[in-house]
């Protein structure tokens, strides 16, 4: 019996670093880094295998908070042992794009000029190249066959005619019935267990503590008028609520925000441009808005309160799945159901490859020769991701200063 290459605890240390190179290159947003993080942890260091990594995309797409956050956070509770682990890994991809952010709060300015708008538009092009690369080698591995082929244009359907979260969840859903029905019999290779450090005790406290947190601290920001715990409230109820990823919390913080005031509606609105412009999770534009807020707390106490409340969630929510993750998808029916969700999981990256990233960033025929390019530099050329980013980035920059 093959020992999972996973199952060779690493240590915290090589986790952080790990997950602080993709912090400071991974730009794109939720989906473009399960790409970087597919091609880093797959198939670079090889903690895991493709069909084990798709079953946990698809976990962290069923439960609400940031997707790529949570499959973060996951890896590293599998390879640093435990809790620290998890937060290592956490913390490093979090930690660069959230004092960026906070740096813009205290106006240390945003990209401008043509320089920084062709970095940004280069940096837009090496995400659909990422994608691309994911949807290729996913497409290949977990929808190899006509059934499961089928299934993932299916998914790729459903989430183009229901855009937003709810899209998402329903083609899981949908892909994972299908699979029980047609996927019985498909051949493939089962994923690799995944050997979480987590025990179902603390699993359990982990999703009490979840509910907890959605009902207490409203009930005593009311009783003590504590704007803190006013604030925290906002953001971990916007982090709870959400499925998906950043561009799907902006609407449920804008409520929470500016229609109380707290922020007005053109800070906000920069905060968010600005998030696209860094590496790392979208959420991280919580610390921005913590930093900018008007009441106190704000500056670097709000950041701080905003970004752990608005990432808590989804943590412990997957936190708390996990030990009973493995047991579940064990079982025969499971695994027919996990086939049907992961074709459908392709489909997904598929659907988001054309809207929003193509869409959003190759605009004419230079942009996307830069794309294949940045494209063929990770499949052919098996170029570590980081020096295609910096090279299209670089590219972008180079063009807009020649004449856009």
Not at 85 to 111: I, N
Not at 138 to 157: N, Y
Request: aromatic share 10%; hydrophobic share 60%; glycine share 14%.
């Amino acid at each position: 019996m093959t020992t999972p290459l996973f199952a060779r605890e690493g240590s915290v240390r090589e986790v952080f670093l790990a997950f602080l190179k993709l912090g400071l290159t991974a730009f794109g947003g939720p989906i473009a880094h399960l790409g970087y993080f597919r091609e880093e942890f797959v198939h670079r260091r090889r903690w895991l295998d493709e069909a084990a990594y798709a079953d946990l995309v698809a976990l962290c797409q069923f439960l609400p908070g940031p997707a790529s956050s949570q499959v973060g956070f996951s890896l590293g509770l599998m390879r640093g042992g435990g809790l620290a682990g998890g937060l290592a890994a956490w913390t490093a991809f979090t930690l660069p794009s959230a004092l960026l952010l906070v740096a813009f709060a205290y106006g240390a300015g945003a990209l401008g000029g043509p320089v920084g708008s062709g970095l940004v538009h280069g940096l837009k092009l090496v995400a659909v190249a990422v994608v691309a690369q994911a949807v290729w080698g996913m497409g290949r591995s977990l929808a190899p066959d006509v059934t499961r082929a089928s299934i993932a244009f299916s998914a790729l359907c459903l989430v183009t005619a229901l855009a937003g979260s709810a899209g998402q969840v329903v083609a899981i859903a949908a892909g994972a019935m299908a699979g029980l029905v047609l996927c019985r019999q498909a051949a493939g290779v089962p994923g690799q267990p995944l050997r979480f450090p987590v025990s179902r005790r603390a699993g359990t406290v982990a999703l009490l503590l979840f509910g907890l947190f959605l009902v207490l601290p409203s009930l005593l920001a009311e009783v003590l008028a504590s704007q803190g715990l006013a604030m925290f409230d906002a953001f971990y109820r916007a982090g709870a609520l959400v499925f998906g990823g950043g561009h799907v919390v902006l609407p449920l913080l804008r409520t929470a925000l500016v229609e109380t005031g707290w922020i007005g509606p053109d800070a906000f609105l920069a905060g968010y441009g600005a998030a696209q412009a860094v590496p790392g999770p979208l959420f991280t534009v919580a610390a921005y808005l913590g930093a900018a807020l008007g009441p106190e707390p704000n500056g670097l106490a709000g950041a701080v309160i905003a970004l752990v409340a608005v990432f808590m969630p989804g943590l412990l929510l997957v936190y708390g799945a996990l030990p009973f993750w493995d047991a579940f998808r064990a079982k025969p029916l499971a695994q027919a159901a996990m086939r049907g969700a992961n074709a459908a999981v392709v489909g997904i990256l598929a659907a988001a490859l054309y809207d929003p990233l193509w869409t959003g960033a190759v605009l004419g025929p230079r942009d996307f020769a830069l794309a294949a390019g940045a494209f063929l530099l990770l499949t052919i050329g098996a170029a570590p991701p980081w020096i295609v980013v910096v090279l299209t980035a670089a590219s972008g920059a180079g063009f807009a200063v020649l004449g856009g």
